[in-house]
């Protein structure tokens, strides 16, 4: 197994370097499905993306329920926006936002890190900064950050994750049958009440979606 961000999974298994994927990034995932690099795409669980930043908020973004006002207001520059910089699935929801919000997002107070989720939420943490962050890594990270959720509840935060098996007649010599029983695995009755038995701190982690 090799954690990494859903860009580098999906280029990981665009060279057949893997048998299947779990990955959060579903406008990618599509388009990697479209190009014949997988066989097939299941729904597995969602959670939600939350902006992160500290107690004192100088960009005054606590509270709000629009993500796309929040990151219009941390584009003023009132402190640093942490962002992963790496092709991630979250990195591509932010890049999404900034869209969005009519912004290029640069200059001092822009920080593209090239780094994961865990690192990302440290330095936030360490400089005062914001990041976008899924809730699930949030949790594991809260305690040592001293980061605080900021924005959160807008339908756009929508996090599902997906399990993509790899196409065979593409990546003959993968293990396609281990593959199709762990994507099945986890989209069965079992599978699913594992996804929603995963808790962190007694907060439920992902709720499973998957389409049986």
Do not use: C
């Not at 709000?64 to 790496?86: C, Q």
């Not at 991630?88 to 200059?107: D, L, N, Q, V």
């Not at 001293?146 to 293990?175: C, H, K, S, W």
Request: glycine share 12%; no cysteine; hydrophobic share 40%.
């Amino acid at each position: 197994m090799v954690a990494v961000g859903s860009g580098a999974a999906m280029k990981i298994g665009e060279n057949g370097d893997a048998d299947v994927l779990l990955v959060h990034a579903r406008a990618s995932e599509d388009r990697f499905m479209a190009a014949g690099y997988g066989g097939e795409r299941r729904d597995v669980m969602y959670n939600d993306f939350v902006l992160v930043g500290p107690m004192r908020d100088p960009a005054t973004v606590r509270g709000g329920r629009d993500v796309i006002e929040a990151f219009r207001k941390l584009s003023a520059g009132s402190a640093r926006f942490i962002s992963r910089g790496d092709e991630s699935g979250t990195h591509e929801m932010e890049k999404s936002y900034w869209r969005a919000a009519g912004i290029e997002p640069r200059g001092a107070w822009y920080v593209s890190s090239g780094q994961g989720m865990g690192p990302v939420l440290t330095m936030a943490g360490e400089l005062t900064a914001y990041a976008l962050t899924d809730r699930a890594t949030y949790a594991a990270y809260r305690d040592r950050t001293g980061l605080q959720v900021l924005v959160e509840g807008d339908a756009r935060m929508f996090n599902p994750y997906g399990v993509i098996t790899l196409n065979p007649q593409r990546y003959p010599n993968l293990n396609h049958a281990g593959a199709k029983a762990l994507a099945e695995w986890l989209t069965s009755a079992e599978g699913q009440a594992a996804v929603a038995s995963f808790r962190i701190n007694g907060v439920q982690m992902f709720f499973p979606n998957a389409r049986r």
